[in-house]
Every structure is written in structure tokens, then in C-alpha cells.
């Protein structure tokens, strides 16, 4: 499941260490990303390997839009969820290219479909049910 949400970061975690039993080891990293809604959440993201550096371009207080992925697993009869971002960049730089893909107008784009004019349509109740 692949999600992506847009917030402020409120703290960035210290990273954990360690090897796996292949023997390789890994970098994990967490931060909290409070989002901004009428009821805000506090969400906690992880970061895996080359991810982690990234992470270090940012400060708490930064408003970031983290693309994640959300997984569970079992362990022993109990689940455990990740919530791991693949993906972290400054909100207002996605809302940049978001207005570079459309053209660079300032307006919004109108998609509404057009409306359909009932009044000028037979009126027949052949209702199939």
C-alpha cells in the first residue's frame, strides 16, 4: 500500500544500527510528521539504508510530503506495523511541480463535466423496475 501524506517534522529520532543474518548491516532512521487536518495526527515514518542521508537535509519544523508504504507483520501471535517512507521531499516543492505539469497558470484547471439539460428530454416512465 503506497500513501503519501504532507506535514510538519516534529522530531527526527536517532538512527539505529545494526546486521543482519545474512551479516550485512543496515540503517534504520525514524521522525514524527505531525499532518495538517482539522483533528492533526502525529505520525512516526522510518527510513531504511541510503534513505537515512536525506533525512539529514531536514530539520523539525520542515513541512515535508513523504511518500510511504504501510506493512504489517506477525510475529509470535502478535502483529507489528512499519510505516516506511520511500520517499521525502519539501511539500512546497511538490506543490511547485505540480503547477509546472499544468501549465504554470495560476488558475485551476476546470475537468467538471458539462451539465446535462434535463428540461428538454421525453419524459417516460419506462423504469425497469
Given amino acids: 500500500m503506497a500513501l ?22 543496515w540503517v534504520k532512521q525514524e521522525f514524527i510528521v505531525e499532518t495538517q487536518e482539522a483533528y492533526p ?10 534513505k537515512v542521508q536525506e533525512l539529514k537535509k531536514y530539520v523539525p519544523g520542515n513541512e515535508v510530503k513523504v511518500s510511504l508504504n504501510i506493512e504489517s507483520r506477525e ?8 510505516i516506511n517512507a520511500w520517499r521525502i521531499e519539501p511539500a512546497s516543492a511538490s506543490a511547485a511541480a505540480a503547477a ?19 428540461s428538454q428530454e421525453t419524459s417516460t416512465d419506462d423504469l425497469p423496475f
Fill in 41 to 50: 495526527k502525529k505520525i512516526c515514518v522510518g527510513l531504511m539504508g541510503e
Fill in 75 to 82: 510475529y509470535q501471535g502478535k502483529w507489528y506495523t512499519n
Fill in 4 to 25: 503519501d501524506i504532507t506535514g510538519k517534522i516534529i522530531q527526527i529520532l536517532p538512527s539505529t544500527t545494526g546486521t543482519s543474518k545474512a551479516g550485512k548491516d
Fill in 100 to 118: 509546472s505539469h499544468s501549465g504554470g497558470s495560476d488558475e485551476p484547471m476546470n475537468h467538471a463535466e458539462p451539465e446535462h439539460n434535463y
